[in-house]
Each structure stands twice: as structure tokens, then as C-alpha cells.
Nanobody, 125 residues
């Protein structure tokens, strides 16, 4: 059974930083695309950043230059480094594991078949 477990969420003031992690068990994550999405209650889920098995990245315009996605295939772990956080970044953040390498589709939710439970990020002004 594939499981994804996010950690690292919390509360921070605007301008601060947080680092999220997502540990994968039950699958060899290095074979697949991975991504971070976020959701605010009442709004649609939004792609934040995606990464393919060899490190190719795609990042949403809303966070480009502030958020960096990375992965450690040896540790089966995905990361999201978030800096210069804004109140509008407040959301539940989910990591996702794809069923393929995700070429050209890293920010498409249809690419991903396994999802974590989410970790809350709250940014106060």
C-alpha cells in the first residue's frame, strides 16, 4: 500500500520561511513524477510545483522565485522550501505521487494517483 506523509507545516509570519517534507512508503518514488498542491476551503485545488524523476521542475507562477521543489530519491522523499511567505499562501499543502514520469504534465492533477493527508500552512500578516 502506497502512503505519503507530509510534515513541516505550521504558522509563520509574512516574510518567513517553512520547509515541507513528504515521505513515501510502499513505492519506489524515483520512477515517478511528484508534486505539491494546495487547497483553501471553498476553492479548487491548486498546483504549486512538480518534479520529474531526474529533477526537471515546473513551478506555478504564483510561487515562482519563492518556493523550490526538490527530491531525494535515495530517501524516497519530496521537499518544498517556501520563503517570503505571504498570507495568500495559507492553505493545506498536499504531496502527490504520479503513475508515470509526468513529462509535460507536472502541474496537472490527473498525473497523480497517490495523495498525502495534507499539512496546514498558515501565514499571518
Amino acid at each position: 500500500q502506497v502512503q505519503l506523509a507530509e510534515s513541516g507545516g505550521g504558522s509563520v509570519q509574512a516574510g518567513g520561511s517553512l520547509n515541507l517534507s513528504c515521505s513515501v512508503s510502499g513505492a519506489v518514488a524515483s520512477n515517478y513524477a511528484m508534486a505539491w498542491f494546495r487547497r483553501v476551503p471553498g476553492k479548487e485545488r491548486e498546483a504549486v510545483a512538480g518534479i520529474d524523476p531526474i529533477g526537471g521542475r515546473n513551478t506555478a507562477e504564483s510561487v515562482k522565485g519563492r518556493f523550490t521543489i526538490s527530491r531525494d530519491n535515495a530517501k524516497n522523499t519530496l521537499y518544498l522550501r517556501m520563503s517570503s511567505l505571504k498570507p495568500e499562501d495559507t492553505a493545506t499543502y498536499y504531496c502527490a505521487l504520479g503513475a508515470n514520469r509526468g513529462h509535460g504534465r507536472l502541474l496537472k492533477s490527473e498525473t497523480y494517483v497517490h495523495w498525502g493527508q495534507g499539512t496546514q500552512v498558515t501565514v499571518s500578516s
